[in-house]
């Protein structure tokens, strides 16, 4: 296949996309279009298919129909490895591997690309750099850190191979609220510096309203809603959609008024 | 320090340094074999139960009896490499003994690599397909790294099995730590006994230790562990299989011995004898019974001592008794047709099969043969060696007196004089070259229907050696020269309980009898 121009094609790209487990479909018939560099917020509630939908992506679930085309391809016509060396996952059980240390978890892709030693060294050194870790953690082992360090190790480990895609199921679940947003925050600048294009899962409404640039809601495996956060917020015809919607601006209206009195 | 104890540590560097190459191979091709098969079961339920299932089974098997096992294995797989590629394979020693030893490693480490493979955190295999690893690289960088703690315990336990096992080795003509388990319950040697199972304990104890080092090594993460857990262990074989390597030059000649005292002090007088001609000579001794034919025809062994009685009913299969001269003619031509094997010779004396009583106990019941033991059967109890009720010999003194017993007991042949000094049985299987017949006032019963074969010790030669003019020239001279009372001499000498004699001095002292 002759080289793709870049931005011929749209970053992601789905294409009636069904997965089926027994009798539950857990993503029925999806179309969608993600361009480069956006970041997009998938919502939804428990069982609502994201994970399902997410993993489509770096073929770690094989969709029973439709197409997933990364960069134009279909994901179905590239060896798994090599899709997915390219592409960044953040695991929503974070997925350190706890016999490593920090910087072989972080190295773990470049090592499969073959990079030089040099070379890893150094992307090591500059990742605990951008994800605000200190550099001794380095021989550390997953174990000997805390939930929000891990929470960046996984960030640092997707990071490694600089991918252009970056793909991440609640990663920043299960952490305290003060520390979610900084990470929230940080991870959104890393994403406009590196140019990257974010496929985001989140439970949390005000969360994906604050970071991403786009919410596409699911329900049951389908699209339900798909819009910017602005519009979302706005209201929308499917009252369940409206409903989730309104919880961080009722939520912000009632902070003001303990603020305010 | 005591005698014994100070011949046991002289025979310590040969039995530690074959016990340990047995068991090293052993465990070390059982984790070749194990892990391969572990990752496949692990991965495939279809390959899963039948390879626990046959393992499990394997397991249940006695030990000796699945060293025991491959010799038959062995000899139909040997007698088939040599119609097809003209070569045999040995079917005693070190690869029988390695075989089974291996099988035997082989369940705790399947069991262990399979959980630990299935234990392993799903979200950990999905993170290594995720990062973009293949299924090898994933296996490789961290299945297998994250299970290791739990593949080196099935490791552990593998190893203690192997090296306790390995001793069983003996019987099969594997040298081990067994020598002294072995030769020492036959020579009633309890200083031998227990230096042979302290010596394997302690192996296992201090392979267990250095094992368990690496195993908390892998888990831990800590490489200095392992590496120094692994490199004692390295160490310590190469420096316990070294003296092997030392001294190995190849023996011209091999004798065999079976499992009891008079084979061992005969075997040292043929290994004297030779070596008196200058060969160098090495002697395998505690083969079974069955065992030592086999050995002389495959040619493992050159020369031994059988009885004549035994290799008609056992190798020729027959059921007659033409008399004493006609069994010794139709050995002679019958093994030498049938086998290759030679006839040299007897030696003077007889080891028959005899049921043996006390004195005082058989004059109180009036029984002086067979027919008078016939109508007090009944009340009596027979002790027999092990062997002794599924040999011919038995079957023919059934048929002929119609013997009953009210009881019949098995026991290892020292301990059957035991019993029958204590009145736990009153009859035994004895043999009429032992030592212990006159020194414990016995009587043998008289056999006046001639129903038990005789028992000419004779000498035999295997095949390959038939011709070697210095064997023939150095055993020549034992042809019709031990009578039975220097031979029962010699052989109380090593069984009695003071005052006791080695094999080695016992037939040093029964050379000096012999004229030529
Ligand atoms: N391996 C599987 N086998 C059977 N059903 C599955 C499997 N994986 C997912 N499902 C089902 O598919 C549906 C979608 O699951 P998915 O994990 O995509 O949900 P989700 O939106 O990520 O939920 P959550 O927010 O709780 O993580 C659920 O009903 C789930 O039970
Ligand atoms: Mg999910």
Request: net charge neutral.
């Amino acid at each position: 296949m002759p080289k793709l121009e870049p931005h011929t094609y749209p970053a992601i790209a789905f294409d009636g996309v069904s997965k089926r487990y027994g009798a539950t479909a857990a993503i029925d018939a999806v179309t969608l279009e993600v361009p480069h560099g956006q970041f997009v917020a998938l919502v939804g509630g428990s069982g609502a298919g994201k994970t399902t939908l997410l993993k489509t992506i770096n073929a770690l679930i094989a969709p029973d129909a439709g197409v997933v085309r990364v960069e134009g391809r279909p994901t179905a016509e590239v060896e798994p490895p090599e899709l997915r060396r390219g592409i960044g996952y953040v695991f929503q059980e974070i997925g350190l591997f706890p016999h490593l240390t920090v910087a072989r978890n972080i190295a773990i892709t470049p090592r499969l690309l073959g990079w030089s030693e040099a070379d890893i060294a150094a992307r090591v050194a500059e990742l605990l750099d951008l994800v605000a870790l200190p550099r001794e953690f380095a021989a550390r082992k997953p174990d000997a850190l805390s939930g929000g360090q891990r929470q960046r190790v996984g960030v640092a480990r997707a990071l490694a191979a600089r991918p252009k895609v970056m793909l991440m199921d609640e990663p920043f679940g299960a952490l305290d609220p003060v520390t979610r947003a900084a990470l929230g925050e940080d991870y959104r600048r890393l994403h406009e510096t590196l140019n990257l294009t974010t496929v985001m899962v989140t439970h949390d409404v005000m969360e994906a309203a604050l970071l991403a640039d786009r919410i596409v809601v699911m329900k049951a495996g389908a699209v339900v809603a798909d819009d910017t956060p602005r519009a979302l917020l706005a209201g929308h015809a499917d009252p369940d959609v409206a409903a989730m919607m309104q919880t961080p601006r009722r939520q912000a209206e009632r902070i003001e008024a303990l603020i305010h009195g | 320090m005591d005698e014994r104890v100070a011949a046991a540590f002289a025979l310590l560097p040969d039995y530690l340094g074959w016990h340990m190459a047995l068991s090293a191979s052993a465990l070390g091709l059982g984790i070749l074999i194990s892990l391969p098969l572990a990752v496949l079961a692990s991965r495939f339920q279809a390959v899963r139960w039948p390879v626990l299932g046959v393992a499990s089974f394997a397991q249940t098997i006695p030990s000796l009896a699945l060293l025991a096992l491959f010799f038959p294995l062995l000899l139909a797989l040997s007698s088939l490499t040599k119609a097809w590629f003209g070569t045999t394979i040995p079917a005693l020693g070190f690869l029988p003994a390695l075989l089974a030893l291996t099988i035997y490693s082989m369940l705790p480490i399947l069991r262990n690599t399979v959980a630990g493979l299935q234990g392993i955190d799903p979200a950990a295999r999905e993170a290594a397909k995720g990062v973009g690893m293949t299924p090898l690289q994933s296996l490789f960088q961290i299945e297998l790294p994250l299970a290791a703690p739990v593949i080196m315990a099935g490791i552990r336990t593998a190893a203690v099995w192997t090296i306790g096992s390995a001793t069983l080795a003996t019987p099969v003509g594997q040298t081990s730590l067994g020598n002294y388990i072995f030769s020492g319950l036959q020579t009633e040697n309890w200083v031998y006994v227990l230096f042979g199972c302290a010596a394997s304990a302690a192996l296992a104890l201090i392979a267990d230790a250095l094992l368990g080092l690496i195993e908390t090594g892998l888990g831990k993460g800590d490489p200095r562990r392992w590496l120094t857990g692994g490199l004692v262990l390295l160490i310590g074989i190469a420096a316990g299989v070294a003296p092997l390597a030392l001294h190995s030059s190849k023996p011209a000649y091999v004798v065999g011995a079976k499992n009891f005292s008079e084979q061992y002090i005969l075997a040292e007088l043929m290994k004297y004898r030779l070596e008196k001609e200058g060969a160098v000579v090495t002697a395998k001794e505690d083969l079974g019974s069955s065992f030592a034919y086999s050995a002389l025809r495959t040619g493992e062994i050159d020369a031994y001592v059988d009885y004549s009685g035994t290799l008609w009913a056992n190798i020729l299969k027959r059921t007659d008794n033409p008399g004493r001269m006609a069994v010794l003619a139709g050995l002679g031509t019958d093994l030498k047709t049938r086998d290759g094997v030679i006839v040299l010779g007897t030696l003077g004396f007889e080891n028959a099969y005899a049921l043996a009583m006390r004195r005082d106990r058989a004059e109180a019941l009036g029984i002086h043969s067979l027919d008078d033991l016939a109508q007090h059967a009944g009340e009596l109890t027979m002790g027999g060696d092990l062997e002794f009720f599924s040999r011919p010999e038995w079957t023919a003194l059934v048929g002929a007196y119609g013997l009953n017993f009210k009881a019949k007991k098995q026991y290892q042949p020292t301990f059957m004089y035991r019993a029958l000094g204590s009145g736990d049985a009153d009859v035994i299987s004895a043999f009429s070259s032992d030592g212990r017949i006159a020194a414990d006032d016995l009587v043998i019963l008289t056999d006046p229907r001639g129903a038990l074969p005789p028992y000419d010790a004779v000498i035999l030669l295997s095949p390959q050696k038939a011709n070697d003019p210095r064997l023939r020239r150095a055993l020549a001279g034992l042809v019709g020269s031990i009578p039975v009372k220097a031979m029962q001499t010699a052989n109380y000498s090593v069984d009695r309980d003071a005052d006791k004699q080695t094999p080695r001095q016992a037939a040093l002292a029964l050379a000096k009898v012999i004229k030529r």
